[in-house]
């Protein structure tokens, strides 16, 4: 019972979250919408009465009354063609509606996935499944809500009122159809039940599909696709899992159709056995042409509205689930801003002290106790090989997590003291993982500084820095140029959007990572793995001079890209086990000697290192 009336409460709620939006979102048309589903309920009784009453008339022959005949049947007219015109107005305020509704909650939705800190939603599967519901929700689930609370209403007026006839009538068979329509109601809320237990099972199945789906059309993927033959493989993938999503369905569909067909043979039954009765009334005389046109629009009328209400529970059903995912995400709590501390431009230092982290409670440790410093105007260099640690410790510096264990220090303050997204405006950053946005040339590196967005004398500024500027202005709109090959410019005279190399995007991401100015922290990761050995280091050079006066963090496999920094950190299964300048940590004949030696091993070759030992007796 406990549980019913949760259920109960959760419907409620979920039912009355779907009708304040849409009030929200068009209050005027839900009115007026109200309102035609309330005369939209009474029409059926309306005309069966008028139509009983045309009958009644007309059968009394020549005593018939031809005025009150003509009357009763330009009423029964006008209220057919009322009707009508009442649906097609309905339909048009239904668009209204669903519009209103559609970027109501698009925007509530994004607003707040937008507004969530850090990644630990993003990189959790069991989010994006809540997500893709919540996305569904948000085209779908509040119009079907509001059309079921649509159906209700219309159903219990339409119901209410032909009921009331079919008393006059035959008071068993009233109470008759309605216990039949509650039955057929009841086993529809079952069968909705089953249908979505289904579609939240279903879920990680249709995001396979649509994995294998994106890899089929996406442009970086149709190389390897294509090289490899990969086409028949993702695609014998993608409709595997299409099958047993059918299959999943399909079986629910059987197991609902023996109940749904019981109930249709019930309701019909029913239906025969009034009429039976009601017209063996009117040849025995004791009911009139009319009750028997009476009782038969009845009849249809209630099973019609019935029919019309159990249309409408399926998706409502569905709705109900999907939409409270959709309220879930909605209330995940948000850290307040106003409730952290203002972060202070960087004087002294940013410091990891005992950092520990893992992305989940019961996994591996991936950083284990870490100290490091990083100086106000000093740059530190960070090494270790793959999985060591190094851009975990990069998200934890833009907060985009937080530390388990041990602190983060913003000049001596803990960073989850400050507001996050204030500390993030104090530093900049590239990350291995880049960003390729299918915007134009100024708006990717725009993108840096939205405050400056539209500057375009900056954007050239910082696109000179990355060694850019000239790539950029050549493109056939210059700056301006779609660097998308998948879309087409919002502009029909825009010319058609272009490709750039995997290293004239790492530069672009790096002119991106240079729009800040008033920053404190410069965090680079990886910024010239995709460039060539002459580029590296002409992009090294001026990244020196960039980041003077700043807190420099700078990543890299290329161990050569690091020996000027001030301190080097080696960074070994998620521990700091060495640090110090290069000529020192080179004299010590540990980790970074050894990593340093090997790299460098595969560059020198014998000729030269004869030509410098002769040189060097000489």
């Known amino acids: ?10 419907l409620t709620r979920t039912v009355g979250a779907a009708v304040a939006l ?36 007309l059968g009394r022959g020549a005593l018939a009354d031809s005025q009150r005949a003509l009357t009763l049947a330009v009423g029964a007219a006008a209220v057919v063609g009322g009707s009508m015109a009442i649906l097609n107005v309905s339909e048009y305020l239904t668009g209204v ?23 630990h939603h993003f990189e959790d599967p069991a989010f994006h499944g809540r997500l893709r519901l919540a996305e569904e929700a948000a085209r779908d689930a509040p119009q079907q809500l509001i059309e079921f609370v649509k159906a209700t209403l219309r159903m219990l007026v339409t119901v209410g009122t032909l009921s009331a006839v079919v008393l006059l009538v035959s008071p068993p068979m009233a109470l008759l159809l309605l216990l039949a329509g509650g039955v057929a109601l009841l086993a529809q809320l079952v069968r909705s039940r089953w249908l979505v237990e289904l579609a939240v099972a279903l879920v990680p199945t249709y995001r396979w599909r649509d994995f294998y789906h994106a890899l089929l059309v996406d442009v970086r993927a149709a190389k390897e696709s294509r090289l490899f033959g990969l086409g028949d493989l993702l695609l014998e993938r993608m409709v595997a899992s299409l099958r047993k999503a059918a299959d999943r369905e399909l079986a629910v569909t059987r197991k609902g159709l023996a109940v749904q067909a019981a109930l249709s043979l019930l309701t019909a039954a029913v239906a025969a056995v009034g009429s039976f009765i009601v017209a063996r009334g009117a040849l025995q005389g004791r009911l009139q042409l009319g009750d028997v046109s009476l009782f038969l629009a009845a009849v249809a009328g209630i099973q019609g509205a019935f029919n019309g209400l159990l249309a409408q529970v399926e998706f409502a059903g569905r709705s109900v689930q999907t939409f409270k995912h959709y309220l879930d995400i909605i209330a995940l709590p948000v850290h307040a801003p106003e409730a952290s501390r203002p972060v202070a431009p960087l004087r002294h230092g940013v410091e990891l002290r005992d950092v520990w982290f893992r992305y989940d409670a019961q996994g591996p440790w991936v950083l284990r106790g870490v100290s490091l410093f990083i100086p106000a105007a000093g740059s530190v260099g960070l090494v270790g090989v793959n999985g060591a640690g190094k851009s975990t410790l990069v998200k934890l510096l833009c907060r985009l997590y937080d530390a388990e264990r041990g602190q983060i220090l913003w000049d001596g303050v803990d960073v989850r003291e400050l507001d996050a997204r204030a500390l993030r405006r104090r530093m900049t950053a590239t990350f291995q993982d880049f960003m390729t946005y299918d915007f134009t040339a100024a708006e990717n590196i725009g993108l840096g500084d939205l405050d400056r967005l539209k500057d375009e004398a900056r954007i050239r500024d910082v696109a000179r820095l990355a060694e850019i500027d000239e790539k950029l202005a050549s493109l056939p709109a210059g700056y301006h140029t779609l660097l998308s090959r998948v879309l087409e410019g919002e502009d029909e005279d825009m010319p058609a959007g272009v490709s750039l190399s995997g290293g004239q995007w790492q530069r672009l991401a790096l002119a991106r990572a240079l729009m800040r100015q008033d920053v404190d922290l410069l965090v680079l990761d990886e910024p010239s793995s995709g460039l060539d050995a ?22 890299s496999h290329r161990m050569s890209a690091l020996r000027s920094a001030d301190t080097l950190f080696v960074l070994s299964e998620g521990r700091i086990i060495e640090q110090g300048s290069h000529d020192a940590l080179m004299t010590a004949g540990g980790e970074y000697a050894r990593l340093f030696t090997l790299q460098a091993s595969g560059y020198q070759d014998e000729r030269v290192a004869s030509r410098a030992g002769q040189k060097e007796v000489a």
């Open 97 to 119: 509606i669903r519009w209103g509704v559609t970027l109501e909650v698009e925007r509530r939705l994004f607003t707040k996935v937008a507004a969530l800190e850090g990644l």
């Open 1 to 10: 019972m406990s549980e019913a009336r949760g259920g109960l409460r959760e």
């Open 22 to 57: 849409q009030w929200r979102a068009a209050p005027l048309a839900s009115v007026f919408a109200l309102l035609l589903t309330l005369c939209t309920g009474s029409v059926a009784a309306a005309g069966g009465w008028l139509t009983k009453a045309l009958l009644d008339e």
């Open 534 to 555: 002459a580029a590296e280091f002409h992009i090294h050079r001026t990244l020196a001079r960039h980041g003077e006066g700043r807190a420099r963090l700078l990543i």
